[in-house]
């Protein structure tokens, strides 16, 4: 069955690093996400991407964020500088926007970063 | 700016039981609505998703009801078993956006 992969599978890294969490979305799909869960709290919307554009953002995607696709397979997040609140699972999900309208989501297992 | 809402953050029910999840939305241009299950470490996985045109979507054991007048929806497990203890997300999409949002979720625990 395809699924989303995500690396690294957790993270550590200082206040102010950069990191760039990666994900290989099902090769069909048009639509991607990201998605985050602080520990114990819901999983929130980061930003939705289609046709090498950023289709949605919510108000956390601020300027520290963004997000591509590199080499038209891997899409890409990155923190420019990374604050301790930033600390969470993060999740990238794609959606085939052409498929069976099940409206499903496939999310891959999820990168944690931790903030020291 | 809470749009999809579910207000119980845990439920317990026994094995062989009916298990009960219920959600709330504000939004009425959601066009579609899903429910996922999570457990601990891994991203969430998809169970069962429903059309607002329909009132309800059956597979096996899991019941999706949607009641577009209140803007509720619920998710129905019968029988309950250990295995389906898990965080149950509910989530809301606008096809003419397709950004879904998630609730706050749901810790199912099915006691054997």
């Known amino acids: 069955e395809p699924e989303v992969t995500q690396t690294p599978s957790h993270q550590v890294t200082q206040m102010g690093q950069e990191v760039i969490l990666r994900c290989v979305p099902i090769s069909n799909h048009l639509y991607f996400y990201w998605y985050r869960q602080i520990l114990g709290q819901k999983v929130e919307f980061l930003v939705s991407f289609y046709n090498n554009e950023i289709s949605e953002k919510s108000e956390i995607f601020d300027d520290q964020f963004s997000v591509e696709r590199p080499d038209g397979s891997n899409f890409t997040l990155k923190i420019r500088s990374t604050k301790l609140e930033d600390s969470a699972m993060y999740f990238c999900?794609?959606?085939?926007?052409?498929?069976?309208?099940?409206?499903?989501?496939?999310f891959g297992e999820g990168s944690r970063l931790t903030v020291l | 700016d809470q749009q999809v809402k579910q207000n119980s953050p845990s439920l317990s029910v026994q094995e062989g039981r009916i298990s009960i999840l219920n959600c709330d939305y504000t939004?009425?241009?959601?066009?579609?609505f899903l429910w996922y299950k999570k457990y601990p470490a891994e991203g969430p996985t998809f169970l069962i998703s429903?059309?607002?045109?329909?009132d309800k979507n059956e597979d096996g054991r899991f019941t999706v009801f949607l009641n577009k007048s209140a803007k509720h929806l619920s998710l129905h497990i019968v029988p309950s078993q250990p295995g389906d203890s898990a965080v149950y997300f509910c989530a809301a999409t606008d096809s003419g956006t397709y950004k879904y949002i998630f609730g706050t979720g749901t810790r199912l625990k099915v006691l054997a």
């Open positions: 429903i059309s607002s045109i329909k």
């Open positions: 939004n009425s241009m959601f066009d579609y």
């Open positions: 999900a794609t959606f085939d926007i052409r498929g069976p309208n099940t409206g499903e989501l496939f």
